[in-house]
Every structure is written in C-alpha cells, then in structure tokens.
C-alpha cells in the first residue's frame, strides 16, 4: 500500500506541477501578446495622428518615408493601407506593394471595429509576427489604415527559457515533495501498519493487543475506536467462551442420552451420553447427518412420527447397538425464540437408559411371586398337619408328636424368612454409618467358628481357620461384619459333602484386607455363578430347601459388603468347591 500511495502521490505531484507550468505559460503568453497589442494600438494611434497632423498643416504625406522613419522609433514593421487593401508603403518589405492585403484577418478587423489584430507566419521571412490594424483614418483623398507588425521570436525564446526553468522547477519541487512525502507516508503508514498488525493477532484470537497511536487525529480516534472495539469482542468472546463452556458442562454432566437436530436430520447439538448409547464414533459432531448413522428402525420412526406431527412424544425402544439395552426414549419439537425469524424446524431427543429399572421390577415382581410361594410351602405344611391331627386326635401320641415336630421346623422356617426379609429391607435402606468400630478379627472368626462347630461336626467337616491372632480392622458395624461371615461359613458348610474342609483366610494387601471363605463342595455353574446374590436364586432349588436355606442370604452378604464399602467375588468350579473372596479397606 506504502508503494501504491507513494506512486500515486508523485504522478498527481508530476500532473499538478505540469498543469500549473502550462497555466503560467499560458497566463504569460496572453500577458505577453496583450501588452505587445496594446503598445502596438498606442503607436499606431500616435501614427494616425501624425497623419492626421500633416493633413491640416496641407503637407504632402510620403508614406515609405514616415513608414521607415516611425518604424525606426516603434521598432515594429509599419505598413499603410488603403480601405481596398492595397500597401501605400511598408517599412521593411517593398514586395508587399503588389499584394493586396484585404484578405487580411486584422484588415478585415480594423473595418468593422477601432483596431484588428492577428499573428502569422510572414511568407518572406519566415517568422512569426503579430499583427495590428487601426481603423482607417481620412488623408486627403484615401483612407488609411496603418498596420504595425512585431516579430514574436523573442516571446518564443521567452517561453523556452520559461519552460525550462519551469521543468526544473517540477524536478526541484518533486525531489522535495519526495522527500516531505516519504516523511508524512511513514507518519500516515506507520499507525496504519500498527493497526494492521494487531487486526491479524485479533483475527487470530489474541485479543491481549492494543493499537498505541497518539497523532491526535483521526488515526488516534480510529486507534481508540479500534481498542474499544477489542475490547467489547473480546468481553462479548469471553462471555459466550464462558456460556459454551457451561452449556458443555452441563451437556457432559447429563447422564440421558440427548441430541437435537434440525428438519434435515443435522446434528444441531449433542452430548458424550449420546454417543456412548448410540455406539456413534467420536468424530462425530455437529452439521453431521443423524439419519444415515444409526439404523435402529424404532427410533427412527419415532422421530419421523414427532417431525410429522409436531407434538412431544415418548415410546420404550429396545437399542441392539447397545446390548438390547431398554431406552425411554423422549422427543419434543424445539420452540425457537419468537423474536428469531425463521421457519426452520427441529426436535430435540432424550434417551434415558431404563433397562436397570426394568431389572428391578423384574426383581420386585419375582420376589412377591418367591415371597409367596416360599410361604406358600410351609403355611401348605402346617395345615395339612394341623388337619391331620384334628382328624386323628386320639390315636398314637408318638405320631401326633412327630406332626408337630415338622410343624415346628416349618414355623422355624418362615421366622428365619422373615427375618432375613426383615434384615435385607433394612440394609436396602442404606443408611451408613458414619463412627468406625474396631474389631480383631481372629476374635470374631474364632468366635463364629465356635458357634459352627456343632453343625460341621455333623457331617465330620474340617474348618482351617488361618489368621494373625492380633488382626485388628474398622468396619461401620461389628454385628454386619459378623453376620456376613455367619451367612458364607454356613452356607459352605451346607454345601461341602460329610468328611470336606472349608479353609477362611485373612489377610492384608496393598492397603485392602481379603478374606476368603474356600469349601470343597458341590460347587457353583458358571451359567449360575453371576446370579446367586439375587434374592430367591438357588442353584439346586430342592436341595436348598431340604438345608433349610431360605434364598436371601447370599444376597444379604452382597448388601452387607457395600454397606462396608467393600466388593465380594466368586470363584468356583463343580464338584471340586467354591471360595468367595471379600475386599474392604483398610483402616487403621
């Protein structure tokens, strides 16, 4: 641009200076020939009047000798015409005498007005001369015009020297200009520069710069207005950083799935969540087509069906991308701001995963179905004894006591089903505790094994208890840490054949304390092994009954590890036996 302007600049200086020489010379040429004509008019009056002298004194006029006698004093060709045309007599061209001069321009002139006045090249000597013819006086018998004619040679030197002085003049004042001119463009370029610079680092994103220009003119107010300007859209940028930055927070943090998209089926906004249940890759994004990515069918007839009828509308949609995964799947028309003037339509999608709420009243309804039949049993039971015995009141005393004795075992039975039930509700309710107690727990394993003797002994099993005797540990509540082992060691005892071992370990690692409860029972299916802390699941549902087992106490124990912030896991294998393996931190 410094270039362009510095060209430009020179070429209007050159064409202004040119322009400017050529007024001059013109102004000087039209002084030059006004002032000549007009000594020309005032010398050819003083001949007309000398003329007009010698008639009144009645001298004999002889006009080649008052020709070359004036011409002489004026320094100008003097010549006398007759109104005709015809040269009475010329001061310096006797060949003249035999032309007219009629078709003269300043003959013709004179004529009409008080002078005429013209300027030729003469044909006899080849210069350009100025005429002047005054109107034609009376002597004697003619009119008289006298004509007097100045060679403008010197005017022609004149312009010359004029021209040249005026050329150098031109190249002197644009040397000069040149100069002054590269000193004001750096003046004019330099806050130009500054603001072009700092407008690149701005398209850049670095709104940090400012313009520092103090011209006090309209450079520092556009410099000051630029800044301003900066500054609001770096604010305005700040802002909207800010309110995308929280839009994509909460986006992130929204665990439902949610995407809106536009009447085309292009991705307005979506979120990770959407992504994840969808199986879409992750360069995926907004202006990306919806319709040709995901291919499950339902769906895609939902949104078509909320597009078509413009109302909110929600179904159940089971995603085989997602593992047959159960979605509420929500779809509602967006409701553009009145003050935006468009027709454009769009839905926005909700997809909320349902498939563990589908498992729990799955659950809740197989447990009011188990709760039911396990009451079933032995309520059946005991009526049918109770019968059996109305009917047969009087007969032997060892049958009715037999009766009553599996009467007894089967209320047995419902008190521990309902104290289990009892037990699992309230640790459904997860209520922490917050105060750690602090238990041995060779103490606690010892005890319990002291209490399980009798029914291990039963069936001649063998428990190897392998602990350190001064293993202390915190745990949220000493009756639950109890009651976990209760329900495990019993349950290996009840499922280790006459003559097996069951082996309790307990140990730290890294800061985390497992016990290990192995047996060499009957063992656990793999198929099986993923369900048995569900509540009522048995493996062998005869056999679980013909021990007394009520269904819940696995799932009691896995409520009781999360209730002490630990896991449970299982390894097992048929017929060669099981180990249930607890982790809880440790504290100290």
């Known amino acids: 641009m410094r270039r362009k302007l510095f060209t430009t600049y020179i070429i209007l200086l050159i064409i202004g200076s040119l322009i400017t020489g050529a ?20 010398n050819g009056k003083l001949i007309s009047n000398n003329l007009l002298n010698l008639v009144d004194k009645k001298d004999k006029v002889d ?21 005709k045309g015809n040269v009475l007599a010329d001061s310096k061209n006797n060949k003249l005498i035999s032309e007219n001069q009629m078709d003269k321009l300043e003959v013709q002139n004179c004529l009409r007005n008080k002078f005429g006045t013209s300027d030729r090249y003469d044909k006899f000597s080849g210069e ?19 004509r007097l004619g100045v060679s403008l ?23 000069v200009a040149m100069v002054v001119g590269c000193f004001f463009l750096d003046n004019i370029m330099n806050p130009i520069q500054k603001l072009n610079n700092v407008a690149k680092k701005i398209s850049r994103g670095n709104f940090n710069h400012k313009v520092k220009i103090r011209t006090r003119d309209e450079l520092q107010e556009l410099a000051d207005s630029f800044n301003h300007m900066s500054f609001s859209i770096s604010n305005m940028i700040s802002q909207l950083d800010y309110k995308n930055s929280q839009l994509n927070s909460i986006l992130n943090s929204i665990t439902h799935g949610m995407v809106a998209i536009d009447s085309n089926w292009n991705i307005i906004l979506l979120n990770p969540a959407v992504r994840r249940i969808l199986n879409l890759h992750k360069g995926l994004g907004m202006g990306d087509n919806l319709r040709t990515i995901i291919e499950e069918q339902e769906l895609c007839n939902l949104i078509k069906e909320t597009f078509n009828d413009n109302i909110h509308k929600e179904r159940e949609v089971k995603l085989t991308c997602n593992n047959d995964r159960i979605f509420k799947v929500y779809t509602n028309p967006i409701d553009y701001d009145t003050k935006v003037q468009t027709d454009e339509k769009g839905i926005i999608v909700i997809l909320q995963d349902i498939t563990e709420v589908k498992h ?3 659950m809740r309804s197989e447990f009011v179905a188990n709760v039911s039949h396990e009451l079933k049993t032995p309520l059946t039971t005991i009526m049918g004894f109770v019968e059996t015995i109305k009917r047969k009141a009087g007969e032997d005393a060892e049958k009715r006591r037999r009766f009553l004795d599996i009467i007894t075992e089967e209320v047995e039975r419902l008190k521990r089903l309902i104290e289990d039930i009892l037990l699992l509700s309230h640790l459904e309710k997860s209520s922490s505790l917050d105060q750690l107690e602090e238990i041995n727990i060779y103490k606690e394993l010892d005890t319990i094994l002291y209490m399980l003797t009798p029914s291990a002994g039963k069936k001649d099993i063998c428990i190897d208890l392998s602990i350190k005797r001064n293993f202390t540990l915190y745990v949220r509540s000493r009756n639950l840490f109890k009651q976990m082992i209760i329900n495990l060691i019993d349950n290996a005892i009840k ?7 069951v082996r309790v370990l307990a140990y730290i690692k890294e800061e985390i304390v497992f016990i290990s409860i192995r047996d060499t029972g009957i063992g656990i299916p793999k198929e099986d092994a993923a369900r048995v802390f569900e509540r009522f699941y048995r493996v062998d549902k005869s056999r679980s009954r013909n021990q007394g087992g009520t269904g819940l106490g696995l799932a009691i124990v896995k409520h009781i590890v999360s209730e002490l912030d630990g896991t449970i896991s299982l390894n097992s294998e048929i017929n060669k036996g099981s180990e249930f393996i607890i982790q809880l931190p440790y504290r100290k």
């Open 360 to 362: 729990l009243e799955r």
């Open 128 to 146: 350009k001369i100025l005429y002047v013819a005054l109107s034609p006086v009376k002597v004697y018998e003619n009119r008289v015009i006298v």
């Open 63 to 83: 006009y080649l000798l008052l020709a070359q006698r004036f011409s002489s004093q004026v320094d100008a060709e003097i010549t006398f015409l007759d109104d």
């Open 153 to 175: 040679n010197g005017f022609d030197n004149l312009n010359k020297v004029f021209l040249s002085c005026t050329l150098i003049s031109i190249l002197v004042g644009v040397l």
């Open 23 to 42: 007024l001059c010379l013109s102004f000087v040429r039209t002084f030059y020939i006004k002032n000549l004509q007009d000594k020309l008019i005032s």
């Open 495 to 501: 499922y280790t054949q006459s003559g097996g071992n």
